[in-house]
């Protein structure tokens, strides 16, 4: 079965730029969680949504946003983005809400 | 809130040294999961284990065991006869649900970054 997959692979954008990132999940699989990894750090939760509801939120600002559709992909937005969005975005699947989550292999996002 | 503390941050082995990565975590809750991923220089996060809160049996995968002791809140990955190809960045993680299906997602460590020279 194919596992969590990302797209695109690499962006670049400049400051003030909006950007859209997609993750379908693993087959079967109906939640979808979105982290951010700035360089040389752990991952930083950012949205948590099962059954395309949002179930959890972390800290971050109002500029980042997420959705899930019927088939359960998700995409997440960044409006008006700062130096600092640059890191690595990754979504993680999972079954349900309390079951392990797979990664994808990410985007790179950088901002110039 | 959740915390998670690799103190460790580089360690470096000879090839078939053992290596022991520490974890201590921090929450509130008395439902809660641990977890352990390896993320190799190409990003994608790999899963290794994940421990609740009720199981503290040490559990051993092949070359992999993994200590759990509520007592210290701690969580330690052993690798046994380390190969260079278990290069990489590990990382230790958290999680708590919520009767109401809330979610705060997997709170991370650092990372240790664990180099095994041949």
């Known amino acids: 079965d194919a596992g969590v997959t990302q797209s695109p692979t690499h962006l670049i954008k400049t400051r003030g730029q909006h950007v859209t990132l997609r993750c379908s999940p693993i087959?079967?699989?109906?939640?979808v969680s979105w982290y951010q990894q700035v360089l040389g750090q752990g991952p930083q939760f950012i949205f948590q949504?099962?059954?395309?509801?949002?179930?959890g939120r972390g800290n971050f600002p109002d500029r980042f946003s997420a959705r899930q559709f019927p088939n359960y992909s998700s995409e997440l937005n960044v409006n008006a983005l700062l130096l600092g969005d640059s890191a690595l975005y990754l979504c993680?699947?999972?079954?349900?809400?309390?079951?392990?989550?797979?990664f994808g292999p990410g985007t790179r996002l950088t901002v110039l | 809130a959740q915390k998670v503390t690799q103190a460790q941050t580089e360690i470096s082995v000879v090839e078939k040294e053992d290596v022991t990565l520490d974890c201590v975590y921090e929450?509130?809750?008395?439902?809660?999961?641990l977890f352990w991923y390896k993320q190799p220089p190409s990003g994608e996060l790999v899963f290794l284990i994940r421990?609740?809160?009720?199981?503290?049996q040490n559990e051993i995968s092949g070359r992999y065991s993994w200590n759990f002791q509520k007592s210290t809140s701690s969580f330690n990955f052993t690798i046994t006869a380390s190969q260079v190809v278990d290069s990489a960045v590990y990382f230790c993680?958290?999680?708590?649900?919520?009767?109401?299906?809330?979610?705060?997602?997997?709170?991370f460590g650092k990372g240790t970054h664990l180099i095994i020279q041949p």
């Open positions: 949504y099962y059954e395309k509801e949002e179930r």
């Open positions: 087959s079967g699989h109906k939640s």
């Open positions: 993680a958290l999680s708590c649900y919520y009767s109401g299906g809330g979610a705060d997602g997997l709170t």
């Open positions: 993680a699947s999972m079954i349900g809400t309390l079951d392990t989550q797979y």
């Open positions: 421990r609740n809160s009720f199981d503290e």
């Open positions: 929450t509130r809750d008395t439902t809660y999961y």
